[in-house]
């Protein structure tokens, strides 16, 4: 048996997914069982409860192969990190508790220890987690190509990816969120020793994704880069709050600047399968 968390969103679900379908059996922990009704018709052992309760995290790892987990990837992050430090203290002492081996997502960049915004969250989670003293596999995805299916309506009416990524033709390192998923089963089912650290995409230029856009919506579309100075005021319209701007944009500014990236010494590379515009056909078609 193995567990999986987040097992309602993209990235957990497309572990779950593969893992059902490899024929193992599942467990999962959600806030509200009602969302996971679907999967327990499928015959995973849903229980109810919350990654930021050690005791319920650790119940739910007992007994179990291997474990998957993740933080939340909200968009709007609290400047000091409160609920990942909180959801990072649960993990730890539940996992000192019922030790299975784990993979754990984290994100490109998270080896660094400041100026990341956003992705200092995973920089937290391995910090936590990393001296475990069982096997454990960092899985450092790229950007999610599912981040750009807003854009790709904004660009169906006018005909332009405005990004924040720049410049247009510098490749950037993105993955499907299913991509992600199968790579989580995929060491979960094969096993590994000690610690490994996956580096988990594939390099894809502003310029590439508004070519897949354009093939998706079957129009021109041409990729745009929003100035640096007009990023608060657009991110603002975007309903993002204003306490939580500053760590968007040091993490926009973290990739632009190459900061993070893939190509980190010992790491393990692996590339995506899922182009941007199978990406985003399928989010169409939905």
Known sequence: MFFVSGITGKVGGAAAQRLLDEGYTLRALVRDSQKAAAWSRQGVEVRQGDLTDADAVAAALEGVEGAFVMQPTPVAVSPDFPEAKALNASLLEALRRSPPRLVVLSSVGSEQSSGLGNITQTHLLEEALGDLPFPIAFVRAGAFLENN???????????????????????????????????????????????????????????????????????????????????????????????????????????????????VPGTQPVAGTLTPAEVFAQARRV
Do not use: C, Y
């Open 149 to 263: 299916l807003h854009a790709l309506e904004r660009a169906a009416a006018t005909g332009w990816f405005d990004s924040f990524l720049q410049p247009a033709d510098r490749p950037f390192p993105m993955i499907a969120t299913t991509d992600i998923g199968h790579e989580v089963a995929r060491l979960l089912i094969a096993g590994w020793s000690g610690k490994k650290i996956v580096e988990l995409g594939s390099p894809v230029s502003p310029n590439d994704l508004a070519r897949a856009m354009g093939e998706t919506l079957g129009r021109e579309v041409k990729a745009r880069p929003i100035p640096r100075e007009a990023w608060t005021a657009t991110l603002t319209g975007m309903g993002l709050p204003g306490d939580k701007i500053g760590n968007w944009a040091e993490m926009q500014d973290g990739f632009n600047s190459g900061w993070i990236d893939f190509g």
